[in-house]
C-alpha cells in the first residue's frame, strides 16, 4: 500500500484525494489511499510523490489542515502530524518516524523511534551532495553546471571522477575498484 498523504504530479499540477472525492466515487477509504487511487480516480498517470519521501505540495497542506483527509488517514492505520516543515507518522503501536525538509521539499532529516537517523544535504539545483546516518556510513557527490555527477565517494573507500564532453557524453571514467 502507497503512504499516506500520496499525490500525482502531471504538468506541474498536483492531484491528489480528499474523503469527498472517495465518497462520491463511493470507494472503501482503505482502498483509497494512494497512487492506483489518484489514477484511477483521475485518468492519469505521471510523477507519483508520497509523505514521507516528499513534502506534500500547499493545497495538499490545506486540504488535510482542514479535516478534508480525516478517513483516509484512519483508513492508512497511522497518525501524521504536520508541525512547520516537520512530518511524524506514528504507528499503532508507539513507534514513530519523523522527517525534517528544507523549502524546496527535500528529506534534510530523518529519525525514528529505534535510534535510526541519517541526515541529506543538496545543492541549489536539489542534487544529493551529501548523505550520512547513524551506522556511520556516509557519502559525498559533487556536479558539474549541467546537474552531472563528476566526483562520488563513500565511507567504504569507494570513489569515482567522471569527466563529460560539452554535449554531456562521457569521456572518462575512473573510480576505486579500476572498472
Same mark, same amino acid.
Given at each position: 500500500?502507497?503512504?499516506?498523504?500520496?499525490?500525482? *504530479?502531471?504538468?506541474?499540477? *498536483?492531484?491528489?484525494?480528499?474523503?469527498?472525492?472517495?465518497?462520491?466515487?463511493?470507494?472503501?477509504? *482503505?482502498?483509497?489511499?494512494? !497512487? /492506483?487511487?489518484? #489514477?484511477?480516480?483521475?485518468?492519469?498517470?505521471?510523477?507519483?510523490?508520497?509523505?514521507?519521501? /516528499?513534502?506534500?505540495?500547499?493545497?495538499?497542506?490545506? %486540504?488535510?489542515?482542514?479535516? =478534508?483527509?480525516? $478517513?483516509?488517514?484512519?483508513?492508512?492505520?497511522?497518525?501524521?502530524?504536520?508541525?512547520?516543515?516537520? *512530518?511524524?507518522?506514528?504507528?499503532?503501536? &508507539? /513507534?514513530?518516524?519523523? #522527517?525534517?525538509?528544507?523549502?524546496?521539499?527535500? $528529506?534534510?532529516? =530523518?529519525?525514528?523511534?529505534?535510534? !535510526?537517523?541519517?541526515?541529506?544535504?543538496? +545543492?541549489?539545483?536539489?542534487?544529493?551532495?551529501?548523505?550520512?546516518?547513524? #551506522? &556511520?556510513?556516509? $557519502?559525498?557527490?559533487?556536479? +558539474?553546471?549541467?546537474?552531472? $555527477?563528476?566526483?562520488? %565517494?563513500?565511507?567504504?573507500?569507494?570513489? &569515482?571522477?567522471?569527466?563529460? +564532453?560539452?554535449?554531456?557524453?562521457?569521456?572518462?571514467?575512473?573510480?576505486?575498484? &579500476?572498472?
Amino acid at each position: 500500500m502507497c503512504e499516506f498523504i500520496s499525490w500525482t *504530479v502531471k504538468d506541474n499540477k *498536483v492531484y491528489f484525494l480528499t474523503d469527498k472525492d472517495v465518497k462520491a466515487k463511493g470507494w472503501a477509504f *482503505v482502498d483509497s489511499v494512494g !497512487h /492506483s487511487a489518484i #489514477t484511477k480516480f483521475y485518468g492519469i498517470t505521471g510523477k507519483n510523490r508520497e509523505v514521507p519521501s /516528499s513534502f506534500p505540495p500547499k493545497a495538499i497542506l490545506k %486540504e488535510f489542515q482542514a479535516g =478534508h483527509m480525516n $478517513q483516509l488517514e484512519k483508513a492508512w492505520e497511522k497518525k501524521l502530524t504536520i508541525t512547520g516543515r516537520t *512530518v511524524t507518522i506514528t504507528k499503532a503501536d &508507539g /513507534s514513530w518516524e519523523k #522527517t525534517e525538509y528544507d523549502k524546496a521539499g527535500l $528529506q534534510t532529516k =530523518h529519525e525514528d523511534s529505534t535510534g !535510526h537517523w541519517q541526515k541529506k544535504e543538496y +545543492n541549489k539545483a536539489g542534487l544529493q551532495t551529501k548523505y550520512e546516518d547513524s #551506522t &556511520g556510513y556516509w $557519502q559525498k557527490a559533487k556536479y +558539474n553546471k549541467a546537474g552531472l $555527477q563528476t566526483k562520488y %565517494e563513500d565511507s567504504t573507500g569507494y570513489w &569515482g571522477k567522471t569527466e563529460y +564532453n560539452k554535449a554531456g557524453l562521457k569521456t572518462k571514467y575512473e573510480n576505486s575498484t &579500476g572498472d
